[in-house]
């Protein structure tokens, strides 16, 4: 799978899963990020459910991944609500994070939105 191929991984992440590999959090962040580029919101939120269903838990690389998935998909306000589900885990953003999250804020026309969480 190369860069940004978020449909690579996902096959070799099957076949991870074949051979029996219990994926961690570091798996199902690299996962989610494999998804940045085409900006697969849906595919990226699937991952993160299923990471939860599978009582792994996610942590600020997690998070800032999802966030940068709603940003080049343009979705500034499920970039917000993963920046609040993050904060509500108890989680501090890190530098990344509020790249991140003011990066998809200022694309949907929402540049003060960050100072207001």
Same mark, same amino acid.
């Given at each position: 799978?190369?860069?940004?191929?978020?449909?690579?991984?996902?096959?070799?992440?099957?076949?991870?899963?074949?051979?029996?590999?219990?994926?961690?959090?570091?798996?199902?962040?690299?996962?989610?990020?494999?998804?940045?580029?085409?900006?697969?919101?849906?595919?990226?939120?699937?991952?993160? *459910? @299923? #990471? +939860?269903? &599978? !009582?792994?838990?996610?942590?600020?690389? /997690? =998070?800032?991944?999802?966030? $940068?998935? %709603?940003?080049?998909?343009?979705?500034?306000?499920?970039?917000?609500?993963?920046? *609040? @589900? #993050? +904060?509500? &885990? !108890?989680?501090?953003?890190?530098?990344? /994070? =509020?790249?991140?999250?003011? $990066?998809? %804020?200022?694309?949907?026309?929402?540049?003060?939105?960050?100072?207001?969480?």
């Amino acid at each position: 799978a190369k860069a940004g191929d978020g449909f690579g991984a996902d096959s070799v992440v099957s076949r991870m899963k074949v051979a029996g590999v219990r994926l961690n959090v570091v798996v199902y962040t690299t996962w989610i990020a494999s998804h940045i580029e085409l900006g697969n919101v849906q595919r990226a939120n699937a991952i993160l *459910q @299923e #990471m +939860k269903s &599978a !009582g792994v838990k996610p942590n600020t690389k /997690t =998070y800032t991944s999802m966030i $940068s998935v %709603c940003d080049q998909a343009g979705k500034w306000d499920m970039a917000k609500g993963f920046f *609040q @589900e #993050m +904060k509500v &885990a !108890g989680l501090a953003a890190d530098e990344a /994070t =509020y790249h991140a999250f003011i $990066s998809a %804020c200022e694309k949907g026309g929402r540049g003060n939105d960050p100072w207001a969480l």
